[in-house]
């Protein structure tokens, strides 16, 4: 199994900061890396696929990054209504897999 | 846009068998794999395993040997059963949809609300 492994783990940041969070992949997975967003209480939204492609409605403060190993989940302005824990996921082989979250404070 | 609606037991007996049952509405069912997923605090998101349309399926090999996902195309609904279910498969439940039935790889581009399941006595 492909192993995701989410940096860090957790991180408060303040409105309007720029946050980063990475994700590495035990292999090489080229750009099948998507990230999910989860808000306290609801189901994970799938933001961003294919490494760097917006989900329709994903606000542009959002980007995706990275091929190979290493990719980055940027938030280039950080508002309250992204408060949520951040998944990364690998698609390009079964069993899929996911990070273990980053957790996005104010 | 399709939905995904799930129900099943909430609460089940250590030993006994888990279900979950999810519907699929305005979408095709045909189109594209169907997925579970769990959530647990020990062990965060797990692809539990698919089901394609023609009832073919793909376990993760760390639950094949107690699971079965199967597809009723007629309802277009899927399923989950968890047999000898213990305190360790108490977790959050949800169906997804998956890759398209061509094959090709996705991510999980729309989610069920999500199932509480409590393994206890």
């Known amino acids: 199994d492909i192993q995701m492994t989410q940096s860090p783990s957790s991180l408060s940041a303040s409105v309007g900061d720029r946050v980063t969070i990475t994700c590495r992949a035990s292999?090489?997975?080229?750009?099948?890396l998507a990230w999910y967003q989860q808000k306290p209480g609801t189901v994970p939204k799938l933001l961003i696929y294919?490494?760097?492609t917006l989900q329709s409605g994903v606000p542009s403060r959002f980007s995706g990054g990275g091929f190979g190993t290493d990719f980055t989940l940027t938030i280039s302005s950080l508002q309250p209504e992204d408060v949520a824990t951040y998944y990364c996921q690998e698609y390009i082989s079964a069993p899929w897999t996911f990070g273990r979250g980053t957790r996005v404070d104010i | 846009q399709v939905q995904l609606q799930q129900w099943g037991a909430g609460v089940v007996k250590p030993s006994e068998t888990l279900s979950l049952i999810c519907g699929v509405y305005?979408?095709?069912?045909?189109?594209?794999?169907w997925s579970w997923i769990r959530q647990s605090p020990g062990k965060g998101l797990e692809w539990i395993g698919e089901?394609?349309?023609?009832?073919?399926?793909k376990y993760n090999p760390s639950f094949k040997s107690r699971v079965t996902i199967s597809a009723d195309t007629s309802k277009s609904q899927f399923s989950l059963k968890v047999n000898s279910a213990t305190a360790a498969d108490t977790a959050i439940y949800y169906c997804a949809r998956g890759r398209p039935a061509s094959g090709t790889v996705a991510p999980f581009h729309s989610w069920g609300q999500g199932s509480l399941v409590i393994v206890s006595s």
């Open positions: 292999q090489g997975i080229s750009n099948y």
């Open positions: 305005g979408g095709s069912f045909s189109d594209y794999y």
């Open positions: 089901v394609h349309h023609s009832g073919s399926t």
């Open positions: 294919g490494a760097s």
